[in-house]
């Protein structure tokens, strides 16, 4: 089986538009460890808008980035998210768990825009000891044709799903264990990707919504380019670096605007449409924008929140060697949904 088969590790693969990244965590001992991380570049324009353009490029940066982690195994946990996945937390009758998989067609008839007939369901009951009439259940519908595609490429790189999770479950593993502390109430937790950013909302530490923003480091990038004449390498070079400058100060009041508005519009449809609305409490970011120098700034003062980097590698044990010939600043923010994934334990 290799250096990674034991079934006590978990092997987490987030195949994102410009970055293949792998976490494998070791769930043997009382903690769980990150034994290896790696990442490999994706080719411009591989993937788009989450779509596969080139499968066998793909395949090519899954297989390079499992090869880097040392990895043998042939069984990854990856996820799907953006509108075609619904996160949606309902109050149902108090019924036993059978009986409410029974319910959750019909519930999910009622809240899911999908067709019921290309939709896979899942639910979540967040309080099974409490007492009272009724319940609440957390309901995630997503496309079969979603998933189907997601393990369709892993087929092409030669792998197979151990399971397929949710982007904002697997975001929200890695954020519980390395920030206990940032539960309580309602918090944002903001993926800055490379083509999307995703806003996801907890709930006291239960992700009840989540939301897609076109914009992420590329736009970023494209508008140092255009607008301040900068080289693509440069413009790079500018957004993972530590230092603010005027190129950087120019584009953060369009894309960083747009980030803001999108926070701001996830919260006014939850308060529009849930009975526990109440104030975001605080904003967490992750993913490679989360780097970009002076968003967060941008954000907190534009948002009037505290916001501040999540970190995955916080709390989690790390082995020795486990982020060799990585930056350890520069890659954390990165890790949070490939950690997020391997945490999950698999049988």
């Not at 924008?289 to 009037?304: C, K, T, V």
Request: proline residues 4%; hydrophobic residues 45%.
């Amino acid at each position: 089986m290799g250096l990674f088969g034991r079934k006590k590790t978990t092997v987490g693969l987030d195949i994102g538009s410009g970055l293949v990244k792998v976490a494998v965590i070791d769930h043997s001992k009382k903690e769980p460890e990150l034994v290896k991380a790696a990442v490999a570049p994706l080719l411009a324009d591989a993937i788009v808008e989450g779509e596969v353009m080139d499968p066998g490029i793909v395949a090519e940066a899954i297989q390079a980035a499992l090869s880097a982690a040392g990895v043998k195994s042939k069984h990854v946990v990856t996820a799907v998210g953006g509108r075609d996945v619904i996160i949606k937390k309902i109050q149902i009758e108090r019924v036993k768990e059978q009986q409410a998989r029974e319910l959750m067609r019909w519930e999910a008839e009622q809240h899911v825009p999908f067709d019921m007939e290309s939709v896979e369901l899942d639910f979540q009951i967040l309080d099974p000891d409490a007492e009272g009439l009724e319940m609440s259940v957390l309901l995630v519908a997503a496309k079969r044709e979603l998933i189907e595609s997601k393990v369709r490429v892993l087929g092409d790189a030669g792998l197979q799903p151990a399971a397929v999770d949710v982007d904002a479950f697997a975001l929200h593993n890695a954020f519980e264990i390395n920030h206990p502390d940032a539960l309580g109430g309602l918090v944002a937790l903001v993926n800055i990707g490379h083509e999307v950013t995703n806003v996801n909302i907890l709930d006291e530490g239960v992700p009840i919504l989540t939301r897609d923003i076109t914009v992420g480091t590329r736009r970023f990038r494209e508008d140092l380019q255009r607008e301040r004449g900068l080289s693509p390498e440069d413009a790079q070079a500018m957004l993972q670096g530590y230092d603010r400058s005027p190129h950087i100060e120019a584009v953060l009041a369009g894309r960083g605007e747009e980030v803001a508005v999108g926070v701001e519009r996830a919260v006014a449809f939850l308060s529009s449409n849930s009975r526990n609305a109440g104030q975001i409490r605080s904003i967490y970011t992750c993913g490679g924008g989360s780097r970009i120098p002076g968003l967060s700034e941008f954000l907190s003062n534009r948002l009037h929140l505290r916001v501040e980097q999540a970190n995955p590698l916080a709390n989690l044990k790390v082995r020795d060697g486990a982020l060799e010939d990585l930056v350890t600043d520069e890659i954390a923010p990165l890790l949070m949904l490939p950690i997020g994934l391997a945490l999950r334990k698999v049988a």
